[in-house]
């Protein structure tokens, strides 16, 4: 059995009870952080909670060659370990698919998201939201300006009334995580009036949610990462109520359908 287990947003406390028995029961743990980590623990602290050995695995030994993953499949229970929920990624799916080619049985056991926890938090309803985007750093897609994936799905979605989550550029190589601050600059040259919420540390004890204009969220500090943006679409009365009770947006900025 090769069972996928997602460790939530935050850290070692934020995996499921399920997801933690299947850690403890395991004959052995395998883990990748290059698609994301957490921030609230590290490797040793996983290890310590859940009292167990994790091999962490690269981009190269999930992709290339997994095969001592696959082994530890075939030969007994082997958990792979992932932060988020762990079929977000195509990474994860191929993976399973491999295993599931070879015979082995695969189980999955999901987690909180950062697009759960971003309605969650916001009172954005979840069946709202159209397609997300990622919002890269200026030196990382190669042009001038903010790519077209993210106006495109900002414009596509705001036509049909539906939110935009925007993921905010993360190179774990180099412990880089891209602001809020930094991403509504980026977007306020586009769009400086649009009303935008700001989630940071979802998962984490102290979570922030706050709603502004994109040419005012760029001159704040919302402090540690993760963060992300969200841009409203048409609001419902309770989704305007929410906003304004929940991340102190501007009244003058919440239109309601």
């Known amino acids: 059995m090769l069972t996928f287990v997602g460790l939530g947003l935050y850290d070692e406390r934020s995996i499921t009870v399920e997801g933690r028995d299947a850690l403890r029961d395991a004959d052995s743990v395998f883990a990748e952080f290059y698609t994301s980590k957490l921030l609230g623990a590290n490797v040793a602290d996983l290890e310590a909670h859940h009292d167990t050995e994790i091999q962490v695995r690269d981009r190269a030994g999930v992709e290339q060659d997994p095969e001592t993953i696959l082994r530890a499949g075939e030969e007994g229970d082997a958990v792979f370990l992932t932060a988020g929920d762990t079929m977000i990624s195509t990474t994860h799916v191929d993976l399973r698919l491999r295993a599931e080619q070879r015979g082995i049985d695969t189980r999955v056991v ?44 900002i414009e596509e979605n705001r036509e049909r009334g539906l939110h935009t989550l925007v ?85 003058e900025l919440l239109d309601v359908e």
């Open 110 to 153: 999901h987690a909180p998201t950062a697009e759960s926890a971003a309605s969650g938090l916001t009172g954005l309803q979840n069946y709202r939201f159209g397609k997300a985007t990622t919002l890269p750093f200026d030196y990382a897609h190669g042009a001038d300006g903010i790519p077209a994936s993210v106006t495109d799905a």
């Open 167 to 251: 993921y905010l550029d993360i190179k774990l190589r180099n412990d880089e995580y891209m602001t809020a601050d930094h991403a509504a600059d980026l977007l306020a040259d586009e769009y400086p009036d649009l009303l935008a919420v700001v989630v940071a540390r979802a998962g984490s004890p102290d979570p922030l949610v706050t709603a502004d204009r994109l040419s005012e969220l760029a001159d704040r500090d919302f402090g540690d990462p993760l963060h992300l943006l969200v841009v409203p679409g048409d609001l419902h009365h309770v989704e305007a109520d929410a906003l304004a009770e929940l991340a102190d947006a501007p009244d």
